[in-house]
């Protein structure tokens, strides 16, 4: 399972040549239609239809979880305690890609990463 972080939305939904490349390999190896927690379309989303346009058409292709496990919320939680570090957000997108999914994200890795070493084999990936 491949589960994206907000960043990660904005940088695919940029449509660079760079991201679409990425999303071709993505289909092409079964990892997409990517997951999105709720929590992540509100962290990636501006209020601004035309900001927005492009990361909404890249949402409709995603499979976005609209309800949050009451125990990937505990999990979440655990997470950013023995992590030490990472917001609600990032405990919950790297809690979502366990056991053994991957993490995208385009943003700053420390906190995911650091969240991700307590998970059950979750890796994380740049784009």
Do not use: H, K, N
């Not at 927690?37 to 890249?58: F, I, S």
């Not at 906190?111 to 740049?126: P, S």
């Amino acid at each position: 399972m491949l589960v994206l972080d907000a960043a990660a939305v904005r940088r695919l939904a940029e449509r660079t040549p760079r991201s679409i490349a990425l999303l071709d390999a993505l289909t092409e190896l079964g990892l997409w239609p990517a997951v999105v927690p709720a929590v992540v379309v509100a962290e990636c989303l501006t209020g601004d239809a035309a900001t927005d346009a492009p990361r909404e058409a890249l949402l409709a292709c995603c499979d976005v979880r609209t309800d949050l496990d009451p125990a990937v919320a505990r999990r979440a939680a655990w997470l950013r305690t023995a992590a030490g570090r990472g917001s609600a957000v990032d405990a919950i997108v790297v809690a979502s890609a366990e056991p053994q999914g991957a993490v995208l994200t385009a943003g700053r890795r420390v906190d995911v990463e650091a969240l991700a070493l307590f998970a059950d084999r979750v890796y994380v990936e740049r784009c």
